[in-house]
């Protein structure tokens, strides 16, 4: 006994088995085509049938085309190319947003690298002092504060001194007894200073070269004249 | 795979109905074609295709 099931999917077989043959008359073949976006079984059977008969293709021999028909293909080809491809708007270009993405990563990338590789930046403020001549007010000395551990003093130009004298450097925050020294400064050179000893810098903080002689302030205060003074400023 | 499959399926079939199946999608042709080809009346032809398709899906799969 056949259900009803098994004879319309039997039927429904052979109509795709037909259609895929291609022995279809042009009718019913069209009336097929028309169904398939609709039938999913229909297009499984379809599906199925290709599948089943497309290894028979290799039989086909191969076909010279003649003189006419080459022409006619070449007539064809060209009449497509011809027609202008439909202009592709930026937004869906491919390359575009492929490039766009490349560039995000590779940015992503070295951001990651230089967070991972720079040092955290300390809480210590970075402090600049300028010294200036008092009575010019030429700039002669940089102090530079960005490293918690020391200071550096960076002459701007060489400082004329005495033959006898020496320049020693003070600094002095608010609320302190009196300056401290530095230590002495030979022209022309950077000088480095520890911080281990000093309370750490504060803004308006005062530095200054005094000249005095050449060992060095016999007291501990300035007694020379100021070269260059100057006071600290906090950098943003 | 397949293309084993088909060509053991297909040489199951007898001759004629084999070459209605080739004719058919191969060399692309209508019911009335293979019918003048093989000298075979229209409405044979239709039946042995019918018949060679169920046989092929029943072989096949």
Known sequence: MTTRHETDDDALNELAGEYVLGTLPAEERAQVQARLPFEPALRRAVDEWEQRLHPLTALAKPHTPSRQLWARIERSLLANRQTPPAATPWWNLLALWRGLTLVGLSASLVLAVLLATQTVPSATPTYLVVLVAPQSNAPGWVVQANNPNEIQLIPLGVAEVPSDKALEFWTKGDGWQGPVSLGLVKPGQTLHVPLDKLPPLQDNQLFELTLEQKTGSPIGKPTGPIQFIGRAVKVI | ?61
């Open chain 2, 1 to 61: 795979m397949q293309a084993e499959r088909i060509h053991g399926c297909l040489e199951q079939l007898e001759p004629e109905r084999r070459q209605c199946v080739i004719h058919a999608y191969v060399d692309g042709y209508s019911h009335a074609e293979i019918s003048h080809k093989l000298a075979t009346p229209l409405g044979t032809v239709k039946a042995w295709i019918k018949r060679s398709l169920v046989a092929l899906r029943g072989c096949m799969g």
